[in-house]
């Protein structure tokens, strides 16, 4: 009889211990550690640049690693937060331990785990970017009485050397299967580290984008996470990206999760589905049509869409995508199947026919239907985007879209057809377009930012640090350089190329 392994693809952690990595404990960590002889243990946190930093500790005997485990650690906070002073740099950093995982990367045993940012006097650092999604989590809790979910779509793009061999059929590459994509083993490979490393996984698929340019090949490929808490849908994103970036390094391929990396060609997005549950069940729904709850959460990310770019789209090539017939949003709006849309709501398998049976006439027993999947996706977020704050951003506007009443009429007014762009009966230029340029979401952002600041959810520092760095781009007069014979738009690519 075949056997097959359903755990293979688990927390190797959680697995041992047979447990939930919610309910880690101290001496579960202990006791993983001894009892698989692991040689290293690497405090891992994320700093203001979105990417991992790492503390190494070799592990020479239980009391050491009782002690660590125990007190975290000190680090020089100055050179990791632009907004914090030389002279009062220390902070800690605090294991959490529900977040350990194996490294599948280090020859010799290690654990990871991240860690939390704390002040001098043992408080949460306030503009720590995991707290800001945290405060940003408390806020809308206990506010609506609803939990938020959320995952991410992380697209991107692996570029290797010219291959005569099954040559690609340009921007075709949607869903293709071997041989007519070269890399679909490399995705498998990081959807099974990431899936070892915590992350829960939908699905992984190549994406639309695959052509030549010059001696280069370039595949772009997707891998879509299944619905979590915002600060573990955030984390799984991170550990996904390096997870990729590393096997770039193992097999000598670049991956990047840049915006646009070739005008024409297309861009890579990190597109963000959420629902919302009460009493564990997804109200998203009513009936067959999208619930008043999700209009009036969509209502409130549409309404602050332009400022909430800032944290979602950071870099001037973010712009680069946002056009038209590219399949990225360039409207304010929403509907159900049109990609020129911010949010878009995709299938939720709320059509009550038998699609099984029809499939599988020879399926004699019933297959209970399953209901409560649908999700509304934010469609203008990219690689570039921080993570922590756009989640954080994004609670905070659909919390005051749940809270307004006038929600629903925004809603209205913003809903386009499937078909606007075909149809002339609708006027799509009646829906306001998204931000341009970094430094034109520098100045929405400071007319929102007592929005983000109400509640001390995101620091007034943490406000200033964004709009100066948009500002700092000088990117407003991109659109027009784009035309000029003499402007290098190459060169401005390159230079994101691995941003974030």
Not at 432 to 456: I, P, V, W
Not at 461 to 485: A, G, V
Request: hydrophobic share 35%.
């Amino acid at each position: 009889m075949l056997q097959f392994n359903l755990s293979a693809g688990r927390n190797k952690i959680a697995q041992y211990l047979n447990k939930n990595p919610k309910e880690f404990t101290k001496a579960d960590i202990v006791r993983y550690v001894e009892d698989n002889n692991i040689e290293f243990l690497n405090f891992i946190y994320i700093g203001e640049d979105s990417k991992p930093k790492t503390v190494n500790f070799i592990i020479t005997d239980k009391e050491y690693l009782d002690s660590i485990l125990s007190t975290g650690e000190r680090i020089d906070g100055s050179s990791i937060f632009s907004d914090i002073p030389a002279g009062k740099g220390d902070l800690y950093i605090i294991p959490r331990y529900h977040t350990a995982y194996v490294n599948p990367f280090e020859e010799r045993s290690t654990v990871d785990i991240l860690c939390s940012f704390f002040t001098k006097d043992g408080h949460p650092l306030e503009s720590a970017p995991e707290n800001i999604l945290r405060k940003a989590i408390v806020d809308f809790e206990s506010t609506t009485g609803l939990k938020f979910k959320a995952m991410g779509e992380l697209e991107y793009y692996v570029i290797g050397k010219k291959d005569e061999l099954y040559p690609p059929v340009n921007q075709k590459g949607y869903h293709s299967s071997a041989p007519f994509t070269r890399y679909d083993q490399l995705r498998r490979e990081a959807m099974f580290l990431i899936a070892q490393c915590g992350g829960e996984i939908k699905y992984g698929h190549s994406e639309v984008g695959c052509f030549f340019e010059g001696d280069n090949y370039y595949e772009q490929h997707e891998i879509e996470f299944l619905p979590v808490d915002p600060e573990k849908a955030v984390e799984e994103l991170i550990i996904a990206k390096w997870i990729l970036r590393m096997l770039g390094k193992k097999y000598d391929l670049t991956i990047t999760f840049a915006p646009k990396i070739l005008t024409g060609k297309a861009g890579s997005g990190l597109h963000i589905h959420m629902l919302l549950e009460k009493e564990g069940k997804n109200i998203m729904i009513d009936g067959e049509e999208i619930s008043n709850d999700a209009k009036k959460m969509m209502a409130g990310i549409l309404k602050h869409s332009k400022s909430l770019t800032a944290f979602g789209n950071t870099v001037p090539v973010s712009f680069l995508r946002l056009v038209k017939h590219q399949e990225a949003p360039t409207r304010i709006c929403w509907g159900y199947s049109n990609r020129a849309a911010l949010i878009r709501i995709p299938l939720g398998w709320v059509a009550h026919t038998n699609m099984l049976k029809t499939a599988n006439p020879q399926q004699k027993d019933e297959i209970p239907y399953i209901v409560g999947k649908q999700t509304v996706e934010y469609r203008a977020a990219d690689g570039s985007s921080d993570l922590y704050h756009l989640l954080a951003g994004i609670m905070v506007a659909a919390k005051h879209g749940l809270k307004d009443d006038n929600s629903l009429v925004i809603a209205d007014k913003l809903y386009i057809s499937s078909d606007a762009e075909k149809d002339k009966t609708e006027d799509i230029d009646r829906f306001e377009n998204l931000t341009g340029s970094c430094f034109e979401t520098a100045s929405f952002l400071q007319d929102d930012r007592e929005f983000y600041e109400k509640n001390s959810i995101f620091p007034v520092k943490t406000i200033d640090k964004f709009i100066k760095k948009l500002r700092d781009y000088d990117d407003q007069f991109l659109n027009e350089k784009l035309h000029d014979p003499q402007f290098n738009i190459l060169e401005l690519i390159d230079n994101y190329l691995h941003t974030n």
